[in-house]
């Protein structure tokens, strides 16, 4: 069955150019800053392989994605990193396999996100470190609005636009290390532990 990405695949880099200028980019490179060096890292939902260029010194990196158009588009920014096709909801990886685990604006489309952060636990060794970036679900007078946008991006790419994404990982077992907020409180920065 085709991946909802699928269909935005031909057009993603351009569709994101001017969020990546607004500070998309930066945030990407903090995302990987806050990962081990020389470790075994897994990046969940890669898409066109936006953070390939930020990617640091590994041991050994993979990157997985559901869509396989996506999944072409990154294979011609591929560097060290080994792709592969994978439901993050269902990981084909062995436990303990990865020592850190990250995911920029993925958990918004993933249908049964406390799955997926069950499957990281089963595969990053205890202590290892997951960092999420993700819009999310405003604090304040933006909630209720969120509420609204995401019936329309439902209806459109399946996207949750309104996730509270921090609670979810905590409420499935990850320790909550800290949350960055950016964009007013749009966008978290998430540090969770195994
Ligand atoms: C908004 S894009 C983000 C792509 C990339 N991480 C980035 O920052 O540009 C969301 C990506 O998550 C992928 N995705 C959605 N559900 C997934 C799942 N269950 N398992 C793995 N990847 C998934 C989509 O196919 C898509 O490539």
């Known amino acids: 069955m085709p991946a909802v990405y699928d269909k935005f695949a031909a057009n993603y880099d351009r569709a994101f150019a001017p ?20 470790a075994n890292i897994l990046e969940i939902g890669c898409g066109a392989g936006a953070n390939f260029e930020f990617y640091p010194e590994c041991k050994r990196s993979v990157s997985s994605e559901i869509s396989i158009r996506m999944l072409e588009i990154a294979e011609t920014k591929r560097r060290e990193n080994h792709l592969i096709q994978a439901d993050a909801q269902s990981l084909p990886f062995g436990v303990d396999e990865f020592d850190a685990a990250f995911a920029t604006l993925v958990f918004c489309s993933i249908p049964e996100p406390t799955l997926a952060f069950k499957e990281l636990k089963r595969v990053i ?23 609204l946008i995401n019936k329309a991006t439902l209806a ?3 996207d ?22 950016k964009l007013g409180t749009i966008v978290n920065l998430i540090v969770c532990e195994v």
């Open 19 to 38: 969020l990546e200028r607004l500070g998309l980019r930066r945030w990407r490179q903090e995302v990987i800053d806050l990962l081990p060096t020389n």
């Open 125 to 147: 060794k205890p202590g290892g470190r997951i960092v999420l970036l993700e819009h999310v679900r405003p604090e304040g007078i933006l909630g209720p609005v969120f509420d």
């Open 156 to 158: 459109l790419a399946d």
């Open 160 to 181: 949750h636009f309104n996730r509270e994404t921090a609670k979810l990982a905590a409420d499935s077992g990850l320790k909550i290390v800290e949350v960055r907020k």
